[in-house]
């Protein structure tokens, strides 16, 4: 059997990974395995304590599986974290995303134009000196986007993007998500909340109690998977009158 090219090889790879915490009887993360090809958008779904973030910090290197591998190929890992403001480290958005390049050997110079090229990609043109703390929660994970194009991260992963935004926060990372991923980006999303981004994924992976449970295309996801026996509201729940408006279980 010929070897595969290295150009159709996954850029990332998750072989039979588990995550088991000190003290816990049940792993965090049981047995998963998965394969990301370059420039796919992936959403993961579960609900609260399903594995998501574990996983995510797994992928990204900020810690390690009690069993199996993790491969990636690619330059680096970027991660926009659930509080964006964690991850901001400078007093301005151009100080902020010229850590990075400044790490990676670059000048002042340098650091500051590429710093400024990620500022006007991510949307954010004409606020390189404002108060980085002061800005909008969209604003905010643009900022987290920016950093991480200028050190050209092959792999962006969001963890619940959607988290305490309002409509236009909300329109402001899909404007960056869907830029992300006609530049080619391979881009995973980690969310509960479907109907604000699956019409863009290539694919839906499911985790629950620590297990992949579903994957498959967003159509099927919502006609076919048990998606609320997951814990997973279906995007395509009907709603006929205010009455119905409200998550709760029925009686």
């Keep these: 059997m010929p070897e595969r090219s290295e150009t159709r090889l996954p850029v990332l790879e998750v072989s039979g990974i588990s995550r088991r915490f000190y003290g816990q009887t049940a792993c965090a993360l049981d047995a998963v395995s998965f394969s990301v090809p370059k420039g796919e958008f992936l959403v993961i779904s579960g609900a609260n304590g399903s594995g998501k973030s574990v996983l995510m910090h797994l992928i990204a290197g900020l810690d390690e599986p009690t069993s199996g591998r993790i491969e990636f190929r690619g330059n680096r ?18 100080e902020d995303v010229a850590f990075g390049p400044r790490n990676l050997g670059q000048n002042k110079k340098e650091a500051s134009e590429t710093a400024r090229r990620a500022l006007a990609d991510a949307g954010l043109a004409g606020k390189e000196n404002h108060p980085a703390r002061s800005l909008s929660g969209g604003e905010k994970r643009r900022l987290a986007v920016a950093g991480i194009m200028a050190m050209d991260a092959d792999l962006v ?8 935004l309002d409509w236009p926060g909300v329109l402001q990372v899909n404007a960056v998500l869907s830029d992300l991923r006609a530049s080619g980006k391979t881009v995973i999303v980690l969310t509960h909340e479907l109907e604000k981004i699956l019409a863009r994924a290539d694919r839906l992976l499911v985790l629950h109690a620590g297990r992949i449970v579903w994957q498959g295309k967003p159509v099927q996801a919502v006609t076919e998977a048990p998606l609320e ?23």
């Design 229 to 251: 026996s997951w814990g997973i509201r279906n995007p395509l729940g009907a709603y006929r009158s205010v009455e119905d408006l409200v998550w709760e279980n029925p009686e």
């Design 157 to 164: 992963i969001f963890d619940e993007p959607y988290a305490n």
């Design 77 to 94: 890992v970027g991660l926009v974290f659930q509080n964006p403001d964690a991850q901001i480290l400078g007093d301005t958005p151009l």
